[in-house]
């Protein structure tokens, strides 16, 4: 009996898996498309459905049926084993049932909490009519699954306990806080709130987002935090957690854009208005990891904050963050004090109209910095100090061409000087730090010899030993000795199922698509190989003489020397 992942495989084909997310077009006998993982103009992401693999040999991203639901889906191997039995209609064995039923039993605990919040919410006439007034629609409440806490200490806990729960397993979840003194007592942590349910990537209820309401929560004593959060727990990290993000992904894909607003209402209400990419964070700031699920998406960030209050302060750390992932930012500008709520509430189509048109952060700033200051020096300094570091982010060089020209004109200055203070802001950055990242699509670390061996496996791998007579000549320990072994057991015949080695297998079925006589080509590698092999001999021999030079040792330095003059005569002859 095959394992649940060979049937999946076996029942659904690479090529239709991927096609059913991007667009393809045949390249020979495999696929090409432009790569969901990063952007580009051409297509250097591939499908080989001989291999039922693909590989993007732009961002070396690449990997089965399941590597490509991770990275489109954000999700773990789990997850993507999970949505593909689903699709397939293959069922999953019980692996590791201690952690799958306390895994379950958590998601079920916190399915029953919403459903209980949902429940009070549909008796609570006041609470629907307190959201209806911020303008939220019936139909949103429910696809959002809002509810409501009760101002009652132990509702929710007695609830659960009566569905079979246990007092640790809720207080797991952060739904209870165990009291201080002495006797063991929980009491419900949301009491007399508006209650947002926080979802994973897969729309699983992980959390919860609290509202205080205030007819209810005079009396609370918690009343003076108008949000509270679930705290962290083994399946909810707000540091990776996007409010909306399950209903926002594959909107964000398809335009290419996310829009980030301030909180669930603004999420809540931008949806309703139908622009349904727009996530919020809760609890906490913008994090690197909630740029990485992101960035997996797309290319560009909309932010929309209240330029009025420290909103400006508190999204400059994200901001700064995002430039430096690399994504294209944009504001979203809204009347003065006002947040997207408030606009949609009033204006729908003044929230879409916002939204399309978002502009540059750069000039943005810009803008925010001149409406602040009238005098042009301080202007000019500010200016210096704040927006050029931006500038300085930004990966194209016709990007900062563009905004060098754009500042000068604003400060009444030449470009030349904005130039010299950006190059010392790029260089000062380079030396104050050596781990600058390399590009992902370039992989410098290869040599010259590195190459040609994967060639030569890929193409051995690709056409079949049987196709390549010249090969016979080849010798293992030609190959450096990462890929030795590899050469070994292919050149025997047998199959070695991995993405590396299938990978060059594509690469040099691409590469050779057009050639006329495949063993020539071959003879031509192995001619260069074999080169590269007596060029690295003949270097490890001059250090050896060079040492029993060093040491005085007669009978090593002529045999090194011996040596030497064996290499360069074969050299001599592959010339
Ligand atoms: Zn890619």
């Known amino acids: 009996m095959s394992t649940p992942i060979e049937q999946i495989k076996a029942k659904l084909d690479i090529v239709e898996l991927i096609q059913s997310h991007l667009k393809?077009?045949?390249?020979?006998?495999?696929?090409?498309?432009?790569?969901?993982?990063?952007?580009?103009?051409?297509?250097?992401?591939?499908?080989?459905?001989?291999?039922?693999?693909?590989?993007?040999?732009?961002?070396?991203?690449?990997?089965?049926?399941?590597?490509?639901i991770q990275e489109l889906e954000n999700v773990e191997f789990a997850d993507a084993l999970r949505i593909l039995a689903e699709r397939t209609g293959i069922e999953l064995k019980k692996e590791d049932p201690q952690a799958r039923s306390e895994r379950n039993r958590f998601y079920n605990l916190l399915e029953e909490a919403v459903l209980f919040y949902e429940s009070n919410l549909a008796r609570r006439t006041d609470v629907r009519d307190y959201l209806r007034e911020r303008g939220l629609k019936d139909e949103v409440v429910k696809q959002f699954r809002i509810g409501y806490a009760e101002p009652k200490w132990e509702a929710l806990l007695e609830h659960l306990i009566s569905k079979g729960f246990k007092n640790d397993e809720v207080e797991k979840t952060g739904l209870v806080i165990k009291k201080e003194s002495g006797e063991s007592r929980y009491y419900d942590r949301f009491r007399a709130r508006v209650m947002f349910p926080l979802s994973d990537s897969s729309g699983r209820v992980v959390g919860f987002t609290g509202r205080i309401f205030a007819k209810d929560g005079e009396n609370q004593k918690d009343a003076d935090a108008k949000y509270i959060n679930t705290?962290?727990?083994?399946?909810?990290?707000?540091?990776?957690?996007?409010?909306?993000?399950?209903?926002?992904?594959?909107?964000?894909?398809?335009?290419?854009?996310?829009?980030?607003?301030?909180?669930?209402?603004?999420?809540?209400?931008?949806?309703?208005?139908?622009?349904?990419?727009?996530?919020?964070?809760?609890?906490?700031?913008?994090?690197?990891?909630?740029?990485?699920?992101?960035?997996?998406?797309?290319?560009?960030?909309?932010?929309?904050?209240?330029?009025?209050?420290?909103?400006?302060?508190?999204?400059?750390?994200?901001?700064?963050?995002?430039?430096?992932?690399?994504?294209?930012?944009?504001?979203?500008?809204?009347?003065?004090?006002?947040?997207?709520?408030?606009?949609?509430?009033?204006?729908?189509?003044?929230?879409?109209?916002?939204?399309?048109?978002?502009?540059?952060?750069?000039?943005?700033?810009?803008?925010?910095?001149?409406?602040?200051?009238?005098?042009?020096?301080?202007?000019?300094?500010?200016v210096i100090k704040h927006v050029l570091p931006y500038v300085a982010d930004l990966a194209s060089d016709v990007e900062r061409a563009h905004w060098i020209k754009e500042m000068a004109g604003r400060l009444l200055l030449s470009e030349e000087p904005l130039w010299n203070d950006l190059n010392r802001i790029i260089s000062a950055r380079k030396n104050s730090k050596k781990e600058d990242r390399p590009d992902p699509g370039a992989d410098n670390s290869k040599t010259r010899k590195d190459l040609i061996e994967e060639r030569i496996l890929g193409l051995l791998v690709s056409t079949g030993k049987d196709n390549l007579p010249s090969i016979a000549d080849c010798r293992g320990d030609w190959f450096s000795p990462a890929r030795?072994?590899?050469?070994?057991?292919?050149?025997?015949?047998?199959?070695?199922?991995?993405?590396?080695?299938?990978?060059?297998?594509?690469?040099?079925?691409?590469?050779?698509?057009?050639?006329?006589?495949?063993?020539?080509?071959?003879?031509?590698?192995?001619?260069?190989?074999?080169?590269?092999?007596?060029?690295?001999?003949?270097?490890?021999?001059?250090?050896?003489?060079?040492?029993?030079?060093?040491?005085?040792?007669?009978?090593?330095?002529?045999?090194?020397?011996?040596?030497?003059?064996?290499?360069?005569?074969e050299l001599n002859r592959e010339q």
């Open 231 to 382: 705290p962290q727990t083994p399946f909810y990290d707000k540091s990776k957690l996007l409010y909306g993000f399950d209903r926002a992904k594959s909107e964000i894909r398809r335009k290419n854009y996310a829009v980030l607003v301030e909180g669930q209402m603004d999420v809540c209400m931008s949806h309703q208005a139908g622009v349904t990419n727009a996530v919020a964070v809760s609890g906490t700031a913008l994090t690197g990891s909630h740029l990485v699920s992101l960035r997996r998406l797309a290319d560009q960030l909309r932010f929309s904050f209240d330029m009025d209050r420290a909103g400006l302060l508190a999204a400059r750390k994200g901001i700064d963050l995002a430039i430096r992932e690399g994504f294209d930012v944009k504001a979203v500008i809204l009347p003065d004090g006002e947040d997207p709520a408030d606009v949609i509430k009033r204006e729908p189509e003044e929230w879409k109209r916002a939204v399309s048109s978002a502009r540059p952060f750069i000039e943005f700033y810009l803008d925010i910095i001149r409406s602040k200051i009238k005098d042009e020096r301080e202007f000019r300094n500010k």
């Open 484 to 569: 030795r072994a590899m050469f070994n057991i292919i050149g025997a015949g047998s199959a070695i199922d991995d993405h590396y080695i299938k990978k060059l297998a594509l690469a040099s079925e691409l590469a050779y698509a057009d050639a006329e006589n495949i063993d020539l080509e071959m003879k031509q590698l192995l001619k260069n190989l074999k080169k590269e092999f007596l060029r690295e001999k003949l270097e490890e021999t001059s250090l050896k003489i060079r040492q029993a030079e060093r040491e005085g040792s007669n009978d090593a330095l002529i045999v090194s020397l011996d040596e030497f003059k064996r290499f360069s005569e």
């Open 24 to 68: 393809l077009e045949k390249a020979g006998s495999n696929f090409k498309g432009r790569c969901p993982f990063h952007q580009e103009k051409t297509p250097s992401f591939f499908v080989s459905p001989a291999r039922q693999m693909w590989h993007c040999f732009g961002c070396q991203k690449g990997g089965d049926h399941f590597q490509f």
